[in-house]
């Protein structure tokens, strides 16, 4: 079985469906976390935001944003997102699974969505939402020499961060917040392999620790 199979395999097991699609009265969001093999290794695809942006200025980001009400579903929002940030047509992309939703920082239900996309894609930045697009090798998330966490008040379980040095630009990236621990989620999902460094919840079993944070925020509705 090769290698893009095999992760497909792997991340499915973790697919949602439907489960959080209906909770009352949280605002949602969705992103697209694009991988695709390159060189038999597997990479991410990522977006560094425009500095001009209200909210999330200058971050590393996957593809994504808030749904719409025209929107049929989660994947909807990450798709139409993806094409309008970086020019991702919804035809190119063969989508995984839906993983348990994340409350990020400003009350936001973030549906990840991990989806294949193909090597050749050239991305065209829309450069009022995005200035950079690149390529992060998946399994430097599992990677404990870039890697440092810390406490936040408030936030359930440590701020996980990466400094990526893209060998594209010499640029140094921040990876840090939800798009770390996403990334860190589809590494030791689909490459089936722990990190190097503690995480602060249950990779055998992931699912409840999220399901608490979404509990919690629900009881203050």
Same mark, same amino acid.
């Given at each position: 079985?090769? %290698?893009?199979?095999?992760?497909?395999?792997?991340?499915?097991?973790?697919?949602?469906?439907?489960?959080?699609?209906? %909770?009352?009265?949280?605002?949602?969001?969705?992103?697209?976390?694009?991988?695709?093999?390159?060189?038999?290794?597997?990479?991410?695809?990522?977006? %560094?935001?425009?500095?001009?942006?209200? =909210?999330?200025? &200058?971050? #590393?980001?996957?593809? &994504?944003?808030?749904?719409?009400? @025209?929107?049929?579903?989660?994947?909807?929002?990450?798709?139409?997102?993806?094409?309008?940030? #970086?020019?991702?047509?919804?035809?190119? +992309?063969? +989508?995984?699974?839906?993983?348990?939703?994340?409350?990020?920082?400003?009350?936001?239900? #973030? !549906?990840?969505?991990?989806?294949?996309?193909?090597?050749?894609?050239?991305?065209?930045?829309?450069?009022?939402?995005?200035?950079?697009? $690149? !390529?992060?090798?998946?399994?430097?998330?599992?990677?404990?020499?870039?890697?440092?966490?810390?406490?936040?008040?408030?936030?359930?379980?440590?701020?996980? =961060?990466?400094?990526?040095?893209?060998? =594209?630009?010499?640029?140094?990236?921040?990876?840090?917040?939800? !798009?770390?621990?996403?990334?860190? /989620? #589809?590494? !030791?999902?689909?490459? @089936?392999?722990?990190?190097?460094?503690?995480?602060?919840?249950? /990779? @055998?079993?992931?699912?409840?620790? $999220?399901?608490?944070?979404?509990?919690?925020?629900?009881?203050?509705?």
């Amino acid at each position: 079985m090769d %290698l893009k199979e095999s992760v497909k395999i792997a991340l499915k097991r973790y697919d949602t469906g439907d489960l959080f699609s209906n %909770l009352p009265t949280m605002p949602k969001a969705s992103v697209l976390i694009p991988l695709f093999v390159r060189g038999q290794e597997l990479h991410v695809l990522m977006t %560094l935001r425009s500095p001009q942006l209200k =909210s999330n200025a &200058g971050e #590393v980001c996957f593809p &994504g944003g808030k749904s719409d009400p @025209e929107d049929q579903d989660e994947v909807d929002t990450a798709l139409r997102e993806a094409k309008e940030e #970086v020019g991702l047509p919804p035809e190119q +992309v063969e +989508v995984v699974c839906k993983l348990f939703p994340i409350i990020n920082k400003r009350g936001l239900l #973030v !549906t990840p969505v991990v989806a294949f996309i193909e090597e050749s894609f050239e991305p065209q930045p829309n450069p009022d939402e995005v200035s950079e697009v $690149f !390529t992060v090798p998946l399994d430097f998330f599992r990677q404990e020499a870039a890697h440092s966490a810390y406490p936040v008040p408030g936030i359930q379980g440590p701020v996980h =961060s990466f400094l990526y040095p893209d060998p =594209s630009t010499g640029r140094q990236q921040h990876i840090w917040g939800l !798009t770390a621990l996403l990334a860190i /989620l #589809v590494a !030791t999902l689909g490459l @089936e392999k722990k990190p190097e460094f503690t995480v602060g919840f249950d /990779l @055998e079993n992931p699912l409840p620790f $999220f399901q608490r944070s979404i509990d919690h925020r629900l009881s203050k509705l």
